[in-house]
């Protein structure tokens, strides 16, 4: 279980929530056409397909995390542009969506996806918007990464090339899930071709064009000494 705080957006109020429950989705484009030719590209480089898509992956509790720093133990990892949706209580203004890192091992997966995505910290930013308030325009949000101290861009997208916060809150309700300390992070979108993901920093804006809003959230990656044995 992890405590987290978010500034909501618009309100300026702070609200606590003790996550209890994590999710990573996998393979979240709307297009699975494209999702399917994703998986080929992968597939070429070892890492196993999904039995099905969308995936979900439940993975432990604790990895979610606010903060500006993650250990890695190799030089193979990174980060991935995401949102993510927090469950704060039962009612239809009790929902979150903030910005969200999933920083992945890459050596590992190709062993397997779940592993993978329990072996690096989810990074949720500090601020969030009630996804109620959002109404209609949230598919419009611009979702972004850099890369680097020179902030290579390395993402540039919007909500609306994923399955939807609403998505993924009726799969949750299905499986009697959506619920007080429930987290998902939503997959993410397309990498530009020739920039390095393999870097020490990691930054992704969620930013609401129509007000000027946004969520950020950055960190260093930090390599872990060399162990011995």
């Known amino acids: 279980m992890t405590a987290l705080e978010f500034e909501i957006i618009g309100e ?3 609200v606590s929530v003790d996550v209890t429950h994590m999710y990573n ?4 484009g709307r297009d699975q ?7 080929d590209e992968l597939a070429e480089l070892g890492v196993p397909a999904p039995t099905t898509t969308p995936s979900l992956y439940p993975v432990s509790s604790y990895l979610a995390r606010q903060g500006d720093r993650v250990e890695a133990q190799h030089e193979r990892t990174s980060g991935e542009a995401e949102w993510g949706i927090v469950v704060i209580g039962p009612g239809e203004d009790d929902v979150l969506l903030t910005v969200a890192c999933d920083h992945t ?4 997966e190709v062993h397997g996806v779940a592993w993978s995505k329990n072996a690096g910290p989810d990074m949720l930013g500090r601020r969030a918007w ?7 325009r949230a598919d419009d ?3 972004r990464a850099w890369v ?7 993402q540039d997208g919007r909500v609306g090339e994923l ?5 993924w809150l009726d799969v949750l309700a299905e499986r009697g899930e959506r619920q007080e300390g429930v987290a998902l992070i939503s997959g993410t979108i397309p990498m530009v071709a020739g920039v390095d993901q393999f870097s020490d920093r990691w930054e992704v804006e969620l930013l609401d064009e129509s007000t000027g809003e946004s969520s950020v959230v950055r960190y260093d990656v930090e390599r872990m000494p060399t162990p011995i044995g």
């Open 12 to 14: 300026g109020t702070l």
């Open 25 to 28: 989705a996998g393979y979240a």
């Open 33 to 39: 056409a494209a999702v399917k030719h994703h998986i």
């Open 105 to 108: 091992d890459r050596a590992l």
């Open 130 to 136: 009630r996804l109620s308030s959002l109404a209609d």
């Open 141 to 143: 949000l611009r979702l």
């Open 148 to 154: 680097g101290a020179e902030r290579a861009l390395i």
């Open 163 to 167: 399955l939807s916060p609403q998505y």
